[in-house]
């Protein structure tokens, strides 16, 4: 019975992983940029849903959709007046880019909001669901069902609209699709917006039982390298996958041993999978 609490409990926060990482995932799949920065607009997520509670009452599940649309704002400006200068340029000079955003975002958010930790109340806070001895915590069950919807959205967004198509067009071969009239520059500029909206979604949709504060990103850039690693840079099916795979890992193997380790068990998985299959569970590169 504990076991199988422990890995619905690590399917709950997977989906959650799942979705913060697509982001990620798109952003290279597209742009074939590692974005670094990425875990900064999951802070910028939460203090929006903050916020939106504290000024409106509005709940932080709905605040998400408000935190989706102001990162995607934000991140097609920052896609069209940073990103979009160094597409063509060297390697290290996109990882210098995106790891000094990281650093602007942060400490532009310690300036504006200060380092005090913030959190929201809910009535569903502290509920749980009980079924035959299994204890499902509300939060967590609501994260999860907003995750599943938004993968469910991505999905149909990029296999039915003609954005999603020409994103899917522009992954696979950039000059292709220019050659076919694709504004690829338009389409890097959604897809990053799109990519970093969903994280910053994600950002809210936890507020229940997260606290936000500057350095929250921080908490959660290795577990989403980690997720997108494990299903496959550049596979959003792959992310989906690895959001799952890591919930579930995290939360079994605190069963054996201290919660403080639980992190040792999945990198050790984590290195395992990168000597076995380095391109990744689903990815076929």
Do not use: H
Request: hydrophobic fraction near 60%.
């Amino acid at each position: 019975m504990e076991l199988l609490q422990a890995i619905i409990n690590g399917l709950l926060i997977g989906g959650v992983y799942a979705v913060i990482s697509i982001g990620l995932t798109l952003v290279f799949g597209v742009m074939s940029i590692v974005n670094f920065a990425q875990a900064e607009f999951l802070m910028i997520g939460m203090y929006v849903g903050y916020y939106c509670w504290r000024a409106f009452g509005l709940d932080p599940i709905l605040g998400s959709l408000i935190a989706f649309g102001v990162a995607f704002l934000i991140g097609v400006l920052i896609q069209r007046f940073l990103i979009e200068r160094v597409i063509d340029a060297p390697e290290v000079a996109q990882i210098f880019l995106t790891v000094g955003l990281l650093i602007v975002l942060e400490n532009l958010a310690l300036v504006l909001f200060g380092s005090d930790f913030k959190s929201v109340r809910t009535g569903y806070q502290t509920s749980a669901l009980s079924f035959s001895g299994l204890i499902i915590g509300v939060p967590y069950l609501f994260a999860f069902a907003v995750s599943g919807v938004v993968g469910i959205l991505l999905w149909a967004f990029l296999r039915f609209t003609w954005m999603g198509q020409a994103m899917r067009a522009t992954a696979q071969n950039g000059v292709a699709a220019l050659s076919l009239g694709i504004n690829i520059r338009r389409v890097r500029q959604v897809a990053f917006g799109l990519g970093v909206g969903l994280t910053a979604l994600g950002g809210s949709v936890i507020l229940p039982y997260y606290t936000a504060s500057p350095t929250a990103g921080a908490q959660f850039v290795v577990l989403m390298f980690t997720v997108v690693v494990l299903g496959g840079l550049g596979s959003v099916l792959g992310a989906v996958f690895g959001g799952l795979v890591v919930g579930v890992i995290q939360s079994v193997s605190t069963l054996v041993m201290p919660i403080q380790l639980q992190n040792l068990a999945l990198f050790v998985v984590f290195i395992a999978m990168l000597a076995v299959r380095p391109q990744g569970l689903l990815s076929t590169r």
